[in-house]
């Protein structure tokens, strides 16, 4: 079993519908959650991250973590078509403060 | 307020030749990290680095790859005798401390032939 599972997609949505991207991991010992967006070709770019169960919004995004379930989620709320890139989930054990596990990562495309 | 700066973008070599990646850190930030995203995979930990100091080299291969970060200059991650299993995009990160944000580069995307 992979340490984090990221359905890969593609996901195809039209502007303004609401998106939901998931992880789910089997190592508890994953204690911190973030989420990249990554444009092709380009590095990731971080914009989520968060520590503890529960949910932190920042503008259109939520992140929300469930570790009871090993189950990590990002919602876009009102996509826009400059969303369209690849969202990576990255995990951080307690006992490696700096070394990210990645999902594979999920490629959303909004259409106009 | 540049970001991570990684040269070359593109690097085409031919097997059996030598790779040398570079990546400078983002201004203020002394922790470096590298990472290896093949096709079809995500993003793999490499090595974690700070000024003169190799701190977790786990994710490095055991042979023909090397990483350094002197106290002077860019972080290399240096590829020797590269086969065509290495063709892949490799990101440097780099963070103020090893509980910091880590800020990725654009990455190098290396094809051996």
């Known amino acids: 079993q992979k340490e984090v599972e990221q359905d890969p997609g593609p996901l195809s949505v039209p502007e303004g519908a609401i998106v939901s991207l998931n992880c789910t991991y089997s190592?508890?010992?994953?204690?911190?959650f973030m989420w990249y967006r990554q444009y092709s070709r380009k590095g990731p770019e971080l914009l989520m991250y968060?520590?503890?169960?529960g949910n932190k919004e920042d503008g259109r995004f939520t992140a929300q973590v469930d570790k009871s379930s090993k189950y990590i989620s990002l919602f876009i709320r009102d996509s826009q078509p400059s969303d369209s890139a690849t969202y990576l989930c990255?995990?951080?054990?307690?006992?490696?403060?700096?070394?990210?596990?990645f999902g594979k990562g999920t490629l959303l495309t909004v259409n106009p | 307020n540049a970001g991570v700066m990684q040269n070359p973008r593109h690097l085409v070599r031919r097997r059996g030749q030598e790779a040398r990646l570079r990546c400078s850190p983002m201004?203020?930030?002394?922790?470096v990290y590298w990472y290896r995203q093949l096709p079809e995979e995500g993003l793999k930990f490499m090595v974690y680095?700070?000024?003169?100091?190799?701190?977790?080299e786990s994710g490095m291969p055991k042979e023909r790859f090397s990483a350094e970060f002197p106290k002077e200059g860019p972080s290399i991650l240096r590829i020797q005798q590269v086969v065509r299993g290495d063709s892949a995009a490799y990101f440097c990160?780099?963070?103020?401390?090893?509980?910091?944000?880590?800020?990725f580069g654009p990455g190098t995307r290396l094809t051996v032939l």
């Open positions: 680095l700070q000024k003169e100091n190799i701190i977790d």
């Open positions: 190592n508890s010992a994953f204690q911190y």
């Open positions: 990160a780099s963070s103020t401390d090893p509980f910091g944000v880590e800020y």
């Open positions: 990255a995990l951080i054990s307690g006992g490696s403060n700096y070394k990210l596990t």
């Open positions: 201004k203020g930030h002394s922790h």
């Open positions: 968060t520590y503890s169960s």
